[in-house]
Structures are given as C-alpha cells and as structure tokens.
C-alpha cells in the first residue's frame, strides 16, 4: 500500500490557478524529487501536502487515511490540522531556526513542548527529557555538528543552521521528510555538505519529497523524478528516463537551460 | 539654606506623586496595549476599525486635552465628585496605551511569517508559537522605541499639574510663587534628568542581556 496517495490537488491564489488537478502517490521508503522552473507550483504543492496551503480540492491521504479533503477544510480544527501535521517533517528554504534558541534548543523544544502530552509525563519527567536530549545529540552528531550544541543560529553558516533545522524536524521522527528547496539559500560549496545529509538520510530509507534546482543531486538521490510545469505533472518517471530520455517537449526545454 | 531644604522636601513630595502617575500609567498601559495592538491587527472589521478609530483620536489630540477632557469632562456632563488623580490615571493609560499598541503592531509585523510556519510544522500550538517563539524577538525589536516611550511618559507627568495634580512641576510652581524666585523650576529638572537617566541605564542592561542573539 503506498504510503502517500496526493489526489486531484487543486490551489488557486486569487484568479491565479498554481496547482491544477496533482495526483501522485509514493511507496514508503521512497525518495521522490520534484523539479520543474520557478512558478511551476512544485513549492506550493509541497505545501499542501501538510497544509501549510489548504488545498481548495482534492485530498491528501496518509497509510489509507484521508488526512485531509479540499471539500472539508472549513470544519479541519487547528488542533486537527496540528496534529496531522506531525506526520511530516519540513524544511524550509529559508530555515526558519528560532534565532533566541542555540542548536540543541531548536531541535529538542517542539519534542520537550509534546511531551507535556504524554500520559506519563509527570511521573518520567526528567527521563524523557533526558532521552529527548540524548536524541538531539545523536541527529546533530549525525550531521556533523557534535561541536556546535551551543550556538545560536547568528554563530552558524548557513549550510550549518540548515543542518540545524533538518534535525529539529527529524526529531519528531516523522513518517515522510518535505524539503523546500533545502539548498537554494545556500552558497554553492557549502551546497553539498546539506545534501550529504540528505543523502544519508535516503540510504537510510527514510521517504522523503524534496523539491529541488539541484539536478545532479535529485538524480543521484531519487527513486522518482516528477517535473512539475504550469500547474501540472508534465512527467513522471526514474532519474535515468527522465534526465536521458525526456519525453515531453517541456521536459527537454527544461532541461537543457539548466546547468547539470 | 533653610530655603533650599524646603524646596526640596516640597520637590520630593511631588516625586512621590509623579512616580505613582508613571508606574500605575506603565502597569495598566502595557497590558491594554497589548489588548489594543491585537484588536488592530484582527480580521474582523467590527473590532479593527474602532480600535484603529481610537488609536487615531487618542495619538491625534494633545494629551494635555485628553487630561482637561477626563478631569473637567464628567463635571461638566453633570458628575459630581470626579477625583482628578483618577482622571490623570485614565487619560495617560488611555494615551499610552494608543502609543505602545503601535509599537507592539510593529514588532509583531516584523517578525517573518517563517518563524509561525516553523513553529506550526513542529506542532506547536498556536499559544506555544507566539509565547516561545514570537514573544521574546517581539520583546528584543521593541526595547528602544520603549524605552522612548517610557522616558517620554516621566516627562509627560508634568502635565499633570494642569488639572491640580500636586506632582514634581506643580510643586515647583507652587515654591516659585510663594518664594518669589525662579530656581525651583530649573532644579525640578534635575528630578526628571534622573529619573530619566535611571531609566535609560535600566534599558541599556536589558538590550544587552538580549543581545547574546542576532535576528
């Protein structure tokens, strides 16, 4: 059973229509790349995957559950919407690290903060956060900034504080990774020690979709490619396929103006 | 000397005054102001444009008005035993609290649309986002246009000496009439230049304790 099932997504801004009847499904494991030009509406589809747009039709499903329907937004609670959230992690293009927080701060306050929800929390108090801390240490270690516990956001490069902000989401261990353009705020040499971690993630098998100007990397990492054009999937298909074999007079376009 | 002694007792005695005019002021000012700067930035145009109605009156006329409205209003619409101190109270909460509501618009505003979504992803509650993440950056923008604010607040409680309120000014005033001399005024400077100073070195510690972070 696919993991993520996207169905007939449709978003409009005002009159303009960014997303025109998406639908797409993914295996669990899977690591899906979303290319396509600026404006193509590949970020907002990633948005409407966990409602930071709410998609005006169509349906997002998660394991075989309807998670959300374009018909049924209005009666979505934002607790609701809060807690399905939490089945993905996201990272944005810009971080979005919380500057008065150090490293370790950013990754374990949205699991310290949960943890008041568990049932349990009173009477283990001091264990769980001593695991949340623990697990904090071992994903930023993981990304190579086992020196960097201490520092705030202003004290990082932005390769460093992206790394940051990709273990603040893995430490919810979310069932699906989004990653917006994780790289295009970035200079190009420090470019790969982001995708590094990315990479890794995916030998690890973690599903994830990322949306991506890096061609070279989405080639290397993905299992799927879709490229997204004025609203559409214009075409679907494996690395290989896709950057050798490009079907679709878009694709071809597409590809041979960017840099590979 | 003798003369000195009692200008300055008569000065302290209107210390006391000014200090409760600027600490009563700040402690109800900040709160309605809060309240005031989310009703003007709500989505609902019944609460919006009231407020915004309010704010353009309340920053719109002197405050010295404002006072002489308050103090001289209720008497005149038939209100007997209006206390003045009450009515100082209220005109400056009232035209404070106008002013911090802008400047907490401000900070709120400036604070990129990312650090909610960031928020929001991690599953934080919309009372968790603004209390742990928007809250203290909020706090850190707005200290220097506070802490003009608060400087300007000390010096405004001079006008309350308009409306008979026995304050550091009014005292002077008074020390100049029945002493026949003009030194009293010039040293009730000195009362406000200290407060003053003590203030901004109160603001100076607490940009710096917030400074440990960029952004």
Same mark, same amino acid.
């Given at each position: 059973?696919?993991?993520?099932?996207?169905?007939?997504?449709?978003?409009?801004?005002?009159?303009?229509?960014?997303?025109?009847?998406?639908?797409?499904?993914?295996?669990?494991?899977?690591?899906?790349?979303?290319?396509?030009?600026?404006?193509?509406?590949?970020?907002?589809?990633?948005?409407?995957?966990?409602?930071?747009?709410?998609?005006?039709?169509?349906?997002?499903?998660?394991?075989?559950?309807?998670?959300?329907?374009?018909?049924?937004?209005?009666?979505?609670t934002?607790?609701?919407?809060?807690?399905?959230?939490?089945?993905f992690?996201?990272?944005?293009?810009?971080?979005?690290?919380?500057?008065?927080?150090?490293?370790?701060?950013?990754?374990?306050?949205?699991?310290?903060?949960?943890?008041?929800?568990?049932p349990?929390?009173?009477?283990?108090?001091?264990?769980?956060?001593?695991?949340?801390?623990?697990?904090?240490?071992?994903?930023?270690?993981?990304?190579?900034?086992?020196?960097?516990?201490?520092?705030?956001?202003?004290?990082?490069?932005g390769?460093?504080?992206?790394?940051?902000?990709?273990?603040?989401?893995?430490?919810?261990?979310?069932?699906?990774?989004?990653?917006?353009?994780?790289?295009?705020?970035?200079?190009?040499e420090?470019?790969?020690?982001?995708?590094?971690?990315?990479?890794?993630?995916?030998?690890?098998?973690?599903?994830?979709?990322?949306?991506?100007?890096?061609?070279?990397?989405?080639?290397?990492?993905?299992?799927?490619?879709?490229?997204?054009?004025?609203g559409?999937?214009?075409?679907?298909?494996?690395?290989?396929?896709?950057?050798?074999?490009?079907?679709?007079?878009?694709?071809?376009?597409?590809l041979?103006?960017?840099?590979? | 000397m003798?003369?000195?002694?009692?200008?300055?007792?008569?000065?302290?005695?209107?210390?006391?005054?000014?200090?409760?005019?600027?600490?009563?002021?700040?402690?109800?000012?900040?709160?309605?102001?809060?309240?005031?700067?989310?009703?003007?930035?709500?989505?609902?145009?019944?609460?919006?444009?009231?407020?915004?109605?309010?704010?353009?009156?309340?920053?719109?006329?002197?405050?010295?008005?404002?006072?002489?409205?308050?103090?001289?209003?209720?008497?005149?619409?038939?209100?007997?035993?209006?206390?003045?101190?009450?009515?100082?109270? @209220?005109?400056?909460? =009232?035209? %404070?609290?106008?002013? +911090?509501?802008?400047?907490?618009? #401000?900070? !709120?505003?400036? /604070?990129?649309?990312?650090?909610?979504?960031?928020?929001?992803?991690?599953?934080?509650?919309?009372?968790?986002?603004?209390?742990k993440?928007?809250?203290?950056?909020?706090?850190?923008?707005?200290?220097?246009?506070?802490?003009?604010?608060?400087?300007?607040?000390?010096?405004?409680?001079?006008?309350?000496?308009?409306?008979?309120?026995?304050?550091?000014?009014?005292?002077a005033?008074?020390?100049?009439?029945?002493?026949? @001399?003009?030194w009293? =005024?010039? %040293?009730?400077?000195? +009362?406000?230049?200290?407060?003053? #100073?003590? !203030?901004?070195? /109160?603001?100076?510690?607490?940009?710096?304790?917030?400074?440990?972070?960029?952004?």
């Open positions: 059973m696919a993991i993520l099932e996207i169905k007939n997504i449709m978003k409009s801004f005002d009159k303009t229509e960014v997303l025109k009847d998406v639908s797409f499904s993914m295996e669990k494991g899977e690591v899906v790349s979303i290319i396509g030009s600026s404006g193509s509406g590949k970020t907002t589809l990633l948005r409407c995957i966990n409602f930071l747009e709410k998609a005006d039709k169509g349906q997002v499903v998660l394991n075989g559950e309807v998670i959300f329907d374009g018909a049924e937004k209005k009666k979505m934002s607790e609701e919407i809060r807690r399905k959230q939490l089945n992690g996201f990272v944005f293009q810009s971080f979005n690290l919380f500057p008065q927080y150090s490293a370790i701060e950013n990754v374990v306050l949205a699991p310290k903060l949960l943890a008041k929800e568990r349990d929390f009173k009477h283990n108090k001091e264990e769980i956060y001593a695991e949340i801390e623990a697990n904090a240490k071992r994903l930023l270690s993981s990304a190579g900034l086992e020196t960097k516990y201490d520092n705030y956001p202003c004290e990082l490069s390769g460093q504080q992206q790394r940051v902000a990709i273990c603040r989401a893995l430490a919810l261990s979310p069932e699906i990774m989004l990653f917006d353009e994780p790289t295009s705020a970035l200079d190009p420090i470019t790969n020690e982001v995708l590094k971690v990315i990479k890794s993630l995916a030998d690890e098998k973690m599903t994830m979709i990322i949306v991506t100007h890096e061609m070279a990397f989405a080639r290397s990492v993905s299992d799927r490619i879709i490229f997204m054009d004025d559409v999937i214009a075409e679907e298909g494996v690395p290989e396929e896709i950057f050798t074999a490009p079907k679709s007079r878009r694709l071809k376009e597409f041979s103006n960017v840099r590979m | 003798q003369l000195f002694t009692k200008v300055t007792l008569s000065l302290f005695e209107g210390l006391g005054v000014t200090l409760k005019i600027f600490a009563m002021t700040l402690l109800m000012a900040l709160p309605l102001g809060l309240v005031i700067s989310l009703g003007s930035m709500s989505k609902f145009k019944v609460v919006k444009y009231p407020i915004k109605t309010l704010i353009w009156i309340i920053r719109g006329t002197p405050l010295m008005l404002q006072l002489i409205v308050f103090g001289l209003g209720p008497g005149l619409l038939g209100v007997r035993g209006m206390n003045m101190f009450v009515a100082v109270i @209220i005109a400056f909460v =009232l035209n %404070y609290a106008c002013y +911090f509501a802008e400047i907490f618009r #401000g900070g !709120i505003e400036s /604070i990129p649309k990312g650090q909610y979504e960031a928020g929001a992803v991690l599953g934080l509650t919309k009372t968790q986002v603004f209390f993440i928007i809250l203290l950056q909020v706090i850190k923008r707005i200290i220097p246009p506070m802490g003009n604010e608060f400087l300007t607040l000390v010096k405004d409680t001079s006008l309350a000496n308009t409306i008979m309120i026995y304050e550091i000014t009014w005292n005033k008074r020390m100049m009439n029945s002493e026949h @001399i003009l009293p =005024l010039f %040293y009730s400077g000195v +009362f406000y230049l200290v407060l003053c #100073g003590i !203030i901004t070195l /109160i603001f100076n510690y607490i940009e710096k304790k917030l400074d440990y972070y960029k952004g």
